[in-house]
């Protein structure tokens, strides 16, 4: 029996798809992309305790960063001083820890599948030159992502130190698994996806949507938003990571600045070799008002005239007869009465 999930989609000779073709084109790419994800996070799951190729486990490379401290600002559960444990309070942390990690693990991990399904999803709606932009801009995302990534996994242990020790006189903070990952996981996914805001800066200036001269203008107010925005998203809220996160984000958009400066410049140089330098493509073309020349009435014999074809004669209708106008009425004294019905002829 033929299963009804799955039909053969026709391909036109044009590449062109209806809406069904569509929708079952986005359903398959998205089953692929789930399948992919549902396998990588059992990996991830499996490598949250287990090492892999000589690599360490994916929870002790996660732990590393609070391993690192003091064995003084780090609470001890056993007898010995230098073990580094966390602290699990729940009959279910360990499962719910280990599931949580595992499928960002898997995300991550399966990012070349999900977004090879995505290019292969929007290409067929691109022109050969969008297709070029597109495949550079998802190439520089994810190498962004990556490196917000890694900078965050190197200043975890700075963020902790100064967490962890600004009290340890007084008290030693005993943190749980699910916290502690919580927050590497999410300062690792706020610092990537922060360092993609430069790449849709660049991207809205190669729509045409902003400007290197609006940007520079507005320079400084959009690097006071950075900071605003690096104190908020930092899940942490320690000066370390938000001043890292502040600055790199500067840096990055200070580049993207000068490359829509350099892009801005392109297309004025490309206006000016096309002719175009000097028109404002918001403002209307100005109408040609200037009447055009009438040429005189052409008698009715001539060829050329009244559409008559070249060669041939016509000759002129004789005048029709005007009908004589009728004659003006009287007019009207005061003391005539006014006409009735049976006056009017």
């Known amino acids: 029996m033929k299963s009804p999930f799955r039909r053969k989609r026709t391909v036109n000779p044009d590449g062109t798809m209806t809406l069904i073709e569509h929708l079952y084109e ?20 499996i490598w ?5 190729f000589g690599w360490p486990s994916l929870g002790q490379l996660l732990k590393d960063p609070y391993c690192s401290l003091p064995a003084t600002s780090r609470a001890s559960f ?3 001083p230098n073990s580094c444990t966390l602290l699990g309070t729940t009959p279910f942390d360990q499962f719910m820890l280990r599931l949580k990690v595992g499928a960002t693990a898997g995300v991550i991990l399966a990012c070349p599948i999900w977004l090879y399904q995505f290019w292969g999803f929007i290409t067929p709606g691109l022109l050969k030159k969008e297709r070029r932009y ?8 994810a190498l962004l992502f990556v490196t917000g990534a890694v900078l965050a996994y190197l200043i975890i242990p700075q963020a902790l130190g100064f967490l962890l020790t600004i009290g340890s006189e007084i008290q030693t903070t005993a943190l749980t698994g699910s916290s502690y990952f919580s927050l590497v996981v999410n300062l690792i996914v706020i610092f990537g996806v922060s360092f993609l805001i430069p790449l849709v800066v660049v991207a809205l200036n190669a729509a045409g949507v902003v400007s ?5 203008k507005s320079r400084r107010g959009l690097i006071f938003g950075l900071f605003v925005f690096a104190a908020i998203a930092t899940p942490g809220q320690d000066p370390i990571s938000m001043l890292a996160l502040a600055f790199a984000l500067t ?6 600045i000068q490359i829509c400066r350099i892009n801005d410049r392109r297309k004025a140089r490309k206006r000016v070799e096309e002719g175009w330098d000097g028109l404002d493509p918001d403002t209307p073309s100005q109408i040609d008002t200037t009447p055009s020349p009438i040429d005189g009435p052409s008698r009715i014999d ?4 009244a559409g008559g074809s070249t060669g041939s004669t016509r000759t002129a209708a004789p005048p029709v007869a005007s009908r004589p106008a009728d ?3 009287p007019p009207r004294r005061r003391d005539d009465p006014a006409p009735g019905y049976d006056d009017i002829t």
């Open 26 to 45: 986005l359903r398959n790419r998205l089953g692929i992309s789930l399948a992919a994800i549902a396998v990588t996070t059992v990996f991830g799951y």
């Open 48 to 52: 949250f305790e287990v090492s892999f």
């Open 78 to 80: 056993n007898a010995d």
């Open 134 to 141: 597109a495949l550079s801009f998802v190439s520089v995302a």
């Open 212 to 216: 290197y001269a609006a940007l520079a």
């Open 251 to 256: 840096l990055l958009f200070e580049g993207a």
């Open 302 to 305: 001539d060829p050329a005239g």
């Open 327 to 329: 004659p003006a009425p």
